[in-house]
């Protein structure tokens, strides 16, 4: 059936839009908070063509349609104005209460996250060109440097517009109106209020002016407070008016007290954060250079490293660099150089594959992998790596490196070391060279407790078919635990087998790992849900707990992303196992087979007791 049809009478069989609250997804299922649940026909929503079943949990009609539910959702873009494009895969709304610093974490990665991508591009070049420019394969002050320096630097210079952007989405602003804000800040004829010497009233009321061009923390303030006063003024003027009187009155708010208040406010407070900074650096730039490139991989660890973006960002606009940026890529080149003594080192094939892998991924930027998979795993490769980076960090702090573009530390970043002098270049690469191969060194001199063959190398547990004999596809457990019937599990459409075969495990371990070599097809935000596509076209779902999409992202960590190529053993998700059943969730997991083709039938794991990277299940 098409998308946009069944979306209609899924509407129409749950009493319309106006009887709908709100609509989300997870991975199977559209989650229907209604208003009226009287005046819904079940039976008749479940006996529409392209629907699975119909649940009711949890204060949600659940309509469950499969693996391409996300789709299904989309097309109701099209006929009502229940779809978010910003929040296309949002969770279902959740009373679990959140800590502070937690909100500032998701906040600030909701910022930035959007802009990785593009910063890093832009930082790459910004290098680039700075070493051009030293080697006078470029000249100043030539158009061809102007328009060069132009595409480098204009994503830096218009920074407050792009936030404006991504904080609109964040705070659910009316975006253009953000980006107007963020536009008034960075126009010519106010900069040129900020020069020295010049003037600037608002009605007599004297401005304290200062140049908006690359700050942080001002226009995340202003579109904020612009989000409340939209609000406010949109649930009290009437339909006819607010969509033109909002707006001018957000504006004509909205900047003055950017000017007057916000502006001064966060770019004092950058300015502050910059000079502490710079007095830690100047008392001691050996210790301040080793402790970020200690810290760094033991914050992402507890995701506590977007607390030190926005400072990043703000040492950038005020000070033209950012001290702590070589840490960071130092102890990134650290992770990569330890995995590699592990793979250099384990005599366990599989696990050398995937060290080999999960060090490439590092070195481009991604430790997850390395981390997950291989240094922590392992511990004492983690360690080392965090030593070695702090030997490395000394080094870089002594020569007075610095990082002179945003973006991921990545060995593509190398450029963004290099100023407009090359002042501290040669020191960074020293220090980047002598962590990676201490690390690597180390590791393999060192050593550590290598992975069992039995667990990890599944290439000894394939079977290769004889001639004449059915081909055979086999599925390695995801987890550790109990495996359970999945007719006996508590969600009646799992257990009914209507999204597929498959198999239930109770884990006794907070870790998922790929059960493949295959393509990840879907990659919740919330983590609580993971499809792969084998690479022989089998479509799996991993569902960890039941109803655990309402944790809204809570207690789980996504290690992948859309499209990423996997190996079998590979880390997907981790989660909190305790946090999540002391929250009341059944923890109880569902292994789907969600399209079987090209095989025919599966045979079950006979074991009660599973460990991750033993088989499953057999398809034939």
């Known amino acids: 059936m098409d998308n946009q049809k069944l979306a209609k009478e899924i509407l129409a069989g749950v009493g319309g839009e106006s009887n709908v609250n709100s609509l989300v997804h997870c991975a199977t299922r559209l989650r229907f908070k209604l208003k009226n649940r009287d005046i819904v026909n ?4 479940a006996d529409i063509p392209g629907v699975v079943t119909v649940m009711e949990s949890g204060g949600q009609f659940q309509v469950v349609i499969g693996n391409t539910v996300s789709d299904v959702y989309q097309a109701f873009n099209g006929i009502s104005h229940l779809v978010d494009d910003d929040q296309s895969a949002a969770p279902a709304a959740t009373d679990e209460k959140e800590t502070i610093f937690g909100k500032f974490v998701d906040l600030v990665s909701g910022l930035f996250t ?25 000249v100043a002050n030539t158009s061809t ?22 904080a609109a989405r964040k705070f659910k602003a009316n975006t253009f109106v953000a980006v107007t804000i963020a536009g008034t800040l960075v126009y010519p004829s106010i900069i040129t209020l900020a020069n020295p010497g010049v003037h600037a009233d608002l009605f007599g009321i004297p401005l304290v002016m200062v140049k908006y061009t690359s700050t942080v923390i001002p226009i995340i303030l202003a579109v904020y407070v612009a989000s409340k006063i939209e609000k406010f003024l949109n649930d009290h003027l009437h ?51 080793a402790l970020m490139a200690t810290a760094w991989q033991i914050l992402v660890i507890f995701g506590l490293h977007w607390g030190i973006v926005p400072v990043m960002l703000n040492n950038l606009a005020t000070l033209g660099k950012d001290p702590l940026k070589p840490g960071v890529a130092i102890s990134v080149f650290a992770q990569a150089g330890a995995t590699l003594g592990v793979m250099l080192k384990t005599k366990n094939k599989q696990f050398k594959a995937l060290s080999a892998s999960a060090a490439i991924s590092a070195l481009f930027g991604i430790t997850e992998p390395a981390i997950y998979g291989v240094t922590l795993r392992l511990k004492r490769p983690f360690i080392i790596a965090v030593s070695s980076a702090a030997i490395g960090g000394g080094i870089a702090g002594f020569a007075g490196s610095a990082g002179y573009a945003a973006g991921p530390s990545s060995i593509l970043m190398i450029p963004a070391f290099y100023g407009k002098t ?17 690390a690597a060194i180390l590791t393999y001199l060192i050593g550590f407790e290598d992975v069992p063959v039995k667990a990890d190398s599944l290439a000894a547990n394939k079977e290769k078919p004889q001639v004449g004999e059915p081909t055979t596809t086999h599925i390695f457990s995801p987890l550790t635990g109990t495996i359970v019937p999945l007719a006996e599990i508590k969600d009646k459409a799992f257990a009914s087998g209507a999204l597929g075969k498959g198999v239930a495990i109770l884990p006794t371990k907070g870790e998922v790992l790929s059960p493949v070599d295959g ?5 919740f935000a919330t983590g609580h849900a993971i499809g792969l596509t084998a690479n ?3 479509e799996i779902l991993i569902h960890i707990g039941l109803d655990t999409v309402k944790l809204n992202g809570q207690y789980f960590t996504l290690k992948v992303e859309q499209d990423q190529k996997v190996k079998v053993g590979d880390p997907l998700v981790t989660f909190d196992l305790d946090a999540i059943k002391a ?28 460990e991750t990277g033993e088989r499953l299940a057999t398809l034939i």
């Open 42 to 45: 079940k039976d008749q929503v």
């Open 519 to 523: 393509t990840i097809t879907m990659a």
């Open 239 to 289: 339909e006819s008016i607010k969509n033109f009187i909002t707006p001018m009155v957000v504006l004509v708010t909205v900047v003055p007290l950017t000017l007057m208040v916000f502006g001064p406010f966060g770019v004092y407070v950058g300015n502050a954060l910059a000079a502490v900074l710079t007095a830690i650096f100047n008392f001691s730039p050996i210790i301040a250079g």
């Open 145 to 166: 440097y102007t328009i060069l320096n132009a595409i480098a630097d204009s994503l830096f210079y218009f920074l407050p517009v792009l936030l404006a952007i991504t």
């Open 583 to 610: 929250a009341g969730y059944d923890i109880t997991t569902p292994v789907i087979i969600t399209s079987m083709a090209p095989h025919e039938d599966m045979i079950e794991s006979t074991q009660t007791e599973i």
């Open 114 to 138: 959007p802009l990785l991508g593009v910063m890093a591009g832009a930082g790459i070049l910004k290098g680039l060109l700075s070493i051009a420019l030293q080697l006078k394969w470029v």
């Open 422 to 438: 090359g002042a501290g270049f040669v020191g960074f690469l020293i220090a980047m060279v002598v962590a990676f191969s201490t």
């Open 536 to 538: 022989d076209g089998t």
